[in-house]
Nanobody, 125 residues
Framework: VQLQASGGGLVQAGGSLRLSCLTSGGTFSSYVMGWFRQSPGKEREFVAGIGWSGLSTYYKDSVKGRFTISRDNAKNTVYLQMNSLKPEDTAVYYC???????????????????WGQGTQVTVSS
């Protein structure tokens, strides 16, 4: 299974970006998908997760109301729409896939089986 994240870039505070993660191999429509991020000197942290059907979504508290995760199973792609971006959102963003569909561990990076290479998001003040 390979994951390819894209869509990062440099944006001013208050701006928007949309990240995409194309998955190849495996059975995308059965995976729980997540977005994580990592800033220099910090642990990789959960940002958002989505169940296989797209009906169940989960967010880090600090991004609720600003970020939206969604998926298109026909395109094997998960998205992260990021609005009202803040400088503290600056990080490398990673997408990940979990073969366990139970959602019990959606926030745990150790639960994910496959990871993308990351895409840099930089928010200037």
């Amino acid at each position: 299974v390979q994951l390819q994240a894209s869509g990062g870039g440099l944006v001013q505070a208050g701006g928007s970006l949309r990240l995409s993660c194309l998955t190849s191999g495996g059975t995308f429509s059965s995976y729980v998908m997540g977005w994580f991020r990592q800033s220099p000197g910090k642990e990789r942290e959960f940002v958002a997760g989505i169940g296989w059907s797209g009906l169940s979504t989960y967010y880090k508290d600090s991004v609720k109301g600003r970020f939206t995760i969604s998926r298109d199973n026909a395109k094997n792609t998960v998205y992260l729409q990021m609005n009202s971006l803040k400088p503290e959102d600056t990080a490398v963003y990673y997408c990940a896939a979990d073969q366990d569909p139970s959602l019990n561990t959606v926030r745990m990076k150790s639960a994910y089986d496959f990871w993308g290479q990351g895409t840099q998001v930089t928010v200037s003040s």
